[in-house]
């Protein structure tokens, strides 16, 4: 690691931490808050709905900005919005205010365990940044590495998932503990400004003009990912509730299953450039996705609730083995000028699949069909598979710069 770790990755490296740890306890206690406010599974399907659209918004901003006006300035405004958003969950229990606060800052999507907070608007700026103070041919270590770092980070996050359990009253009754892991969240946005200020950035002297891309690489990206965004719109945060609903499980206990699935998933974040080395990107990611996917349509089965955590945390293990590996491709195959848009309008089409499929999987629940959204993401994740397979298969490791 010493030959290609500077000052400057060092920073988004501490960056990722503090965001993985806010994203890993929102999207455990906010759709479990949202639960005992009152609120039903269609209702909380909807407003993750208009989360994710807030967030795609998001994403197509920073994808047409990040490139011609700075990737670091894009994070330190999504931060600033986050702060925002979270500081409307600490002063409202209105379902509308909730909405667009949640849009706004993203509140309660991404960090899922075994993510290592590598998802959301945050990522078309971070990851071209990335990039520029890593050599590519170490890219894939240095990806490897930051989803490494951003899982211990989500395991610290999950355990604070435990706050409202373990702080039941106060003065807002039972509301106090969730309500001190939202100002949390208003104070680690401002921690992560300070964090990634000194990050430098190198000054573009010509600046592109936006929709000039690789387009057929773009639509490559795209069609794969509108299926994976429709898989994980019956998962995301709902999957948090799944687990409420299916099995009485409570923040501390959704807490502790994820911060195990983070510390099982550290490991071959490691081994994941190891592994796209010797057998190929392509194949290590379409390989480990299909075990992944497999794994999340028996999940929807299990009878115990430890059942059902084995095999999430099996298919996290096996999902995040080709993460970092994904992402550094999408960099690998862009120009160095085009990275925050190509990273942006590749996965803008996931942002909007994943706002039409929460209030189909909250129907669904409420409904008692408890098992068929996975079985839903489950499909739509395989034919995301296939394609992969399909558009890329052709790619090797000495095609990416």
Same mark, same amino acid.
């Given at each position: 690691?010493?030959?290609?770790?500077?000052?400057?990755?060092?920073?988004?490296?501490?960056?990722?931490?503090?965001? *993985?740890?806010?994203?890993?306890? !929102? =999207?455990?206690?906010? &759709?479990?808050?949202?639960?005992?406010?009152?609120?039903?599974?269609?209702?909380?399907?909807?407003?993750?709905?208009?989360?994710?659209?807030? #967030? %795609?918004?998001?994403?197509?901003?920073?994808?047409?900005?990040?490139?011609?006006?700075?990737?670091?300035?894009?994070?330190?405004?999504?931060?600033?919005?986050? %702060?925002?958003?979270?500081?409307?969950?600490?002063?409202?229990?209105?379902?509308? =205010?909730?909405?667009?606060?949640?849009?706004?800052?993203?509140?309660?999507?991404?960090?899922? %365990?075994?993510?290592?907070? %590598?998802?959301?608007?945050?990522?078309?700026?971070?990851?071209?940044?990335?990039?520029?103070?890593?050599?590519? @041919?170490?890219?894939?270590?240095?990806?490897?590495?930051?989803?490494?770092?951003?899982?211990?980070?989500?395991?610290?996050?999950?355990?604070? $998932?435990?706050? &409202?359990? !373990?702080?039941?009253?106060?003065?807002?009754?039972?509301?106090?503990?969730?309500?001190?892991?939202? $100002?949390?969240? =208003?104070?680690?946005?401002?921690?992560?400004?300070? =964090?990634?200020?000194?990050?430098?950035?190198?000054?573009?002297?010509? @600046?592109?003009? &936006?929709?000039?891309?690789?387009?057929?690489?773009?639509?490559?990206?795209?069609?794969?990912?509108?299926?994976?965004?429709?898989?994980?719109?019956?998962?995301?945060? !709902?999957?948090?509730?799944?687990?409420?609903?299916?099995?009485? +499980?409570?923040?501390?206990?959704?807490?502790?299953?994820?911060?195990?699935?983070?510390?099982?998933?550290?490991?071959?974040?490691?081994?994941? +450039?190891?592994?796209?080395?010797?057998?190929?990107?392509?194949?290590?990611? $379409?390989?480990?996705?299909?075990?992944?996917?497999?794994?999340?349509?028996?999940?929807?089965?299990?009878?115990?609730?430890?059942?059902?955590?084995?095999?999430? +945390?099996?298919?996290?293990?096996?999902?995040?083995?080709?993460?970092? !590996?994904?992402? *550094?491709?999408?960099? #690998?195959?862009?120009?160095?000028?085009?990275?925050?848009?190509?990273?942006?309008?590749?996965?803008?089409?996931?942002?909007?699949?994943?706002?039409?499929? &929460?209030?189909?999987?909250?129907?669904?629940?409420?409904?008692?069909?408890?098992?068929?959204?996975?079985?839903? $993401?489950?499909?739509?994740?395989?034919?995301?598979?296939?394609?992969?397979?399909?558009?890329?298969?052709?790619?090797?490791?000495?095609?990416?710069?």
């Amino acid at each position: 690691m010493s030959h290609w770790l500077n000052k400057n990755l060092a920073l988004l490296f501490a960056a990722r931490v503090i965001r *993985s740890i806010t994203q890993a306890f !929102l =999207v455990i206690v906010v &759709p479990i808050y949202l639960a005992r406010l009152g609120f039903s599974a269609v209702q909380i399907g909807t407003l993750f709905m208009g989360t994710t659209i807030g #967030g %795609a918004l998001l994403i197509l901003a920073v994808g047409i900005g990040a490139d011609r006006w700075g990737r670091k300035r894009a994070i330190i405004v999504l931060a600033v919005l986050q %702060a925002l958003g979270a500081a409307g969950f600490v002063l409202s229990a209105n379902l509308a =205010v909730l909405t667009l606060s949640s849009a706004a800052g993203t509140i309660g999507r991404g960090g899922g %365990a075994g993510s290592g907070g %590598a998802f959301g608007p945050f990522y078309p700026a971070e990851q071209p940044l990335l990039s520029e103070h890593a050599e590519s @041919k170490y890219r894939n270590e240095v990806f490897g590495f930051l989803s490494f770092l951003g899982v211990l980070g989500g395991a610290v996050g999950s355990l604070l $998932a435990a706050v &409202p359990q !373990l702080w039941p009253g106060g003065p807002f009754g039972w509301r106090t503990g969730y309500l001190f892991l939202f $100002a949390l969240t =208003v104070f680690s946005s401002l921690l992560l400004i300070a =964090v990634v200020l000194p990050v430098s950035e190198r000054k573009r002297t010509v @600046k592109r003009q &936006p929709f000039q891309l690789s387009w057929r690489l773009l639509a490559k990206f795209s069609v794969t990912n509108v299926f994976n965004g429709l898989g994980i719109g019956f998962l995301g945060p !709902l999957l948090t509730y799944w687990f409420y609903a299916r099995f009485g +499980a409570g923040p501390a206990a959704v807490g502790v299953l994820f911060t195990i699935v983070n510390l099982l998933t550290a490991l071959p974040y490691l081994i994941s +450039a190891y592994l796209g080395n010797r057998f190929g990107v392509v194949r290590t990611v $379409a390989v480990t996705r299909a075990i992944a996917v497999t794994l999340t349509g028996v999940m929807a089965f299990s009878q115990t609730y430890f059942m059902a955590g084995t095999l999430f +945390a099996l298919r996290m293990v096996f999902n995040s083995l080709g993460n970092p !590996l994904r992402q *550094s491709m999408v960099m #690998g195959m862009s120009d160095e000028g085009e990275r925050s848009t190509m990273a942006a309008f590749s996965n803008l089409p996931m942002q909007v699949s994943s706002a039409l499929t &929460p209030p189909l999987g909250g129907f669904l629940m409420d409904e008692g069909m408890l098992g068929l959204p996975l079985l839903l $993401a489950a499909g739509f994740q395989g034919i995301n598979t296939v394609l992969y397979w399909r558009f890329f298969r052709g790619v090797r490791n000495k095609d990416l710069h």
